[in-house]
């Protein structure tokens, strides 16, 4: 019996350690009936990455929600910081539009570009704390 126990208890401790370590979550709700691909940045001028495939893997499915965590204790303040306005700037893609328009050969500076993209909603740091640290698509 003393050993189950004795087994458990780092289970337990590093689910704790990993609980902080992704301290705050960021909670994006879908209320409509179009499967949502989501990106989220501090900066709308800076891509980290023009390959769609990465964007489609923050699909959000319809009157689904999603928690979108960034590692590290207060991750997500730190980058809306890290921003010039220090605003998050949340683009919500239609995943048939994504998949359409990668198998054409285009890119995300394509689809921003020309704004390919269903909504582009911002956030300011006073507004996420407001809101509870939750974005609605509708």
Do not use: H
């Not at 979550?25 to 501090?42: C, Q």
């Not at 929600?65 to 303040?77: C, D, R, V, Y």
């Not at 010039?84 to 998949?99: Q, S």
């Amino acid at each position: 019996m003393k050993r189950k126990i004795l087994l458990l208890v780092p289970v337990l401790f590093s689910g704790c350690i990993m609980d902080y370590y992704y301290e705050r979550p960021l909670s994006v709700v879908n209320k409509s009936p179009v499967r949502v691909a989501v990106e989220i940045v501090n900066d709308t001028v800076k891509w980290t990455e023009s390959n769609i495939t990465s964007y489609q893997s923050n699909e959000i499915a319809p009157y689904d929600s999603a928690f979108i965590k960034k590692p590290g204790e207060n991750a997500w303040l730190e980058y809306v910081n890290k921003g010039n306005a220090k605003t998050l700037y949340i683009y919500f893609f239609d995943v048939d539009t994504l998949n359409k328009y990668q198998k054409g050969g285009a890119d995300m500076n394509y689809l921003l570009g020309n704004k390919k993209y269903l909504k582009r909603l911002d956030y300011s740091l006073d507004e996420l704390t407001k809101s509870n640290w939750e974005i609605k698509y509708q």
